[in-house]
């Protein structure tokens, strides 16, 4: 079993330093030490602080080695320096960084090959080389936000989604009430925000069968959706007036036609595609145009977690088998969302599908820390961020690694967000009827 888990853990580390090289070799120093967004960190910046994370977490708190670089520690401090500013540091420049960052690894994998996998919780089951793996792919994730952002011709290329066949679906489908497991105590990378698996109890609702597409979001701006107040909660409106929003980020509309920039490429908004790049405000107000609502995050992951028939919550909406290509979306393999209905072989025990991959779905809840809630292996990750400044999202994107995305998994951000790959499906209550009515 411990060799089995250095295995693991080897094969998440290995694949996340892998993409996180594609991000940064395929641009040039200067595009690496830009800023191409107020928004966004330097690429360079994401480079050097994956670098430092993994020798704080795995060569000196694991393998008790000795800090390499201890005076570059503020600079990679996330919380000490806003994204914004991040370019006036004396960061690494490129060629030192991605020495830092290799010289780091070489060391961890000795630290690896000689930690017992089992006993204090930070090692236990792996678990701090797989909080590390995480780590990257998210920073790698942010990084390919960057590369969204920046202007110029294209850097990556991709192939494109598989075309399943889509059967006709049913618009939505119904999700029975009653209670479920939510969150996890067993799954052994989880972060804290996950923990501990708790019962809910969630009356009955309809959840859309897919997240909403770009046809579907573009009946809604016909419809004058941006320009009726009454859609949008009252900061959403601010924000939209103040900034001259009218359709979801990247998109612009020429000669009758909605076109987007995607990764350097201009294209037509493709109708089948699940929208991507709204906020929270925008798939908010969407929903209230339709009638409906975003679900709770409770109601997602019942969704596509809960199994009727069993009686118990999966890992996956397809069950307990980490992902493969033919089950959703994930990893970068693809530079776009595919189309609505999807990887059928990845949908729940109820037929919703692409609840996995693809868009990160907005919900309507606050990000919040579960009954029993514990923060571990620092406060920083989750417990700072709790309250009602924060939206959840879940179920990942293309731009998410499966080793970061599980049925558990929480995502959070600012409702204002849309440079995020994030998009949406709604809900509605069930209709209960009373005791003995017709």
Request: with cysteine; glycine share 8%.
């Amino acid at each position: 079993m411990t060799d089995e888990l250095r295995r693991h853990a080897l094969d998440a580390l290995t694949r996340a330093r892998s993409r996180t090289a594609h991000l940064t070799s395929c641009v040039d120093d200067g595009e690496l030490t830009a800023q191409h967004s107020p928004l966004m960190s330097p690429l360079v910046w994401d480079l050097a602080h994956i670098g430092n994370q993994e020798e704080q977490w795995l060569l000196r708190a694991v393998g008790g080695r000795e800090a390499l670089r201890p005076e570059i520690d503020s600079l990679y401090d996330a919380f000490e320096h806003p994204r914004a500013a991040r370019p006036s540091l004396p960061l690494l420049a490129p060629a030192e960084a991605r020495g830092y960052a290799a010289d780091v690894r070489g060391r961890v994998l000795d630290v690896l090959e000689r930690t017992p996998l089992e006993g204090a919780p930070l090692v236990d089951a792996a678990f701090a080389f797989g909080m590390i793996a995480q780590h990257e792919q998210q920073h790698d994730e942010t990084m390919l936000i960057t590369h969204q952002l920046r202007k110029g011709p294209a850097a990556l290329a991709a192939p494109e989604p598989p075309l399943h066949p889509v059967e006709p679906l049913p618009a939505e489908v119904f999700v029975p009430g009653g209670p479920f497991t939510m969150g996890t105590s067993t799954e052994p990378w989880a972060l804290d925000n996950e923990r501990p698996a708790h019962r809910r109890d969630v009356p009955a609702f309809w959840i859309d069968t897919v997240p909403v597409t770009c046809g579907a979001y573009q009946a809604f701006i016909d419809d004058g959706g941006y320009t009726e107040r009454r859609w949008w909660a009252e900061e959403g409106w601010d924000q939209i007036r103040a900034h001259g929003i009218g359709a979801p980020l990247f998109w612009r509309r020429e000669d009758g036609v909605w076109l987007r920039r995607r990764f350097g490429v201009t294209e037509e908004v493709p109708a089948d595609e699940p929208v991507l790049h709204v906020s929270w405000y925008e798939a908010d107000a969407y929903a209230r145009w339709a009638g409906r609502r975003l679900p709770t995050e409770a109601e997602w992951e019942k969704a596509a977690r809960h199994d009727p028939e069993a009686g118990r919550s999966r890992r996956y909406p397809w069950g307990d088998d980490d992902p493969e290509p033919f089950h959703a979306n994930l990893g970068q393999r693809h530079l776009r969302p595919a189309r609505a209905g999807g990887y059928p072989r990845g949908a729940s025990p109820l037929g919703v599908r692409q609840l996995i991959g693809d868009v990160w779905e907005w919900t309507s809840s606050d990000f919040l820390p579960y009954p029993g809630f514990a923060a571990f292996p620092y406060r920083e990750y989750s417990e700072v961020f709790f309250g009602s400044a924060h939206k959840v999202l879940r179920g990942g994107s293309f731009a998410v690694d499966a080793v970061a995305c599980r049925g558990t998994f929480r995502n959070w951000d600012l409702p204002v967000r849309r440079q995020i790959f994030s998009g949406f499906r709604t809900a509605r209550d069930a209709e209960v009827r009373k005791a003995g009515a017709a």
